[in-house]
C-alpha cells in the first residue's frame, strides 16, 4: 500500500523559513512533487524531482527560493522554502505517480500524479 505522509507545515513570518518533508512508503517512483492549494484558489505545482539523476523542476513562483532534494535511502522528499511571502500561504501536498509510471510529462501537471498526501498547512503571516 502506497503511502505519502507529509509534515514540517507551520506559522512563519514573512522572510522566514520551513522545511517540508514527505515519506514515501510501500513503492518506487520515477517523479515525485510538492503541489498547494491556497484559498479560493486551485490547486497547483511547485516543485518536482526525478529519482535518476535528481532532476528538478519549479514554478515562477517559487523559483529561486525553493528547493526540492530526495533522500532516496529514506524514501523521503523534502521542500526546502526560503524568503516566504503571505502568497506563499497554503495547504501543500506531496505528489506520485502510478506505480510503473517512467513517461513523464510536464511533472508540475496535476496530471501526472496518482496518490497524494493529507496536505500539511503552511502560513506565512506578521
Known amino acids: 500500500q502506497v503511502q505519502l505522509v507529509e509534515s514540517g507545515g507551520g506559522s512563519v513570518q514573512p522572510g522566514g523559513s520551513l522545511r517540508l518533508s514527505c515519506a514515501i512508503s510501500?513503492?518506487?517512483?520515477?517523479?515525485m512533487g510538492w503541489f498547494r492549494r491556497a484559498p479560493g484558489k486551485e490547486r497547483e505545482g511547485v516543485a518536482a524531482?526525478?529519482?535518476?539523476?535528481?532532476?528538478?523542476y519549479y514554478s515562477d513562483s517559487v523559483k529561486g527560493r525553493f528547493t526540492i532534494s530526495l533522500d532516496a535511502a529514506k524514501n523521503t522528499v523534502y521542500l526546502q522554502m526560503n524568503s516566504l511571502n503571505t502568497e506563499d500561504t497554503a495547504v501543500y501536498y506531496c505528489?506520485?505517480?502510478?506505480?510503473?509510471?517512467?513517461?513523464?510529462?510536464?511533472?508540475?501537471?496535476?496530471?501526472?500524479?496518482?496518490?497524494w498526501g493529507q496536505g500539511t498547512q503552511v502560513t506565512v503571516a506578521s
Open positions: 505528489a506520485a505517480p502510478y506505480v510503473g509510471a517512467y513517461a513523464m510529462g510536464d511533472p508540475l501537471q496535476e496530471s501526472e500524479y496518482h496518490f
Open positions: 510501500g513503492a518506487n517512483f520515477k517523479w
Open positions: 524531482i526525478t529519482s535518476v539523476g535528481s532532476l528538478t
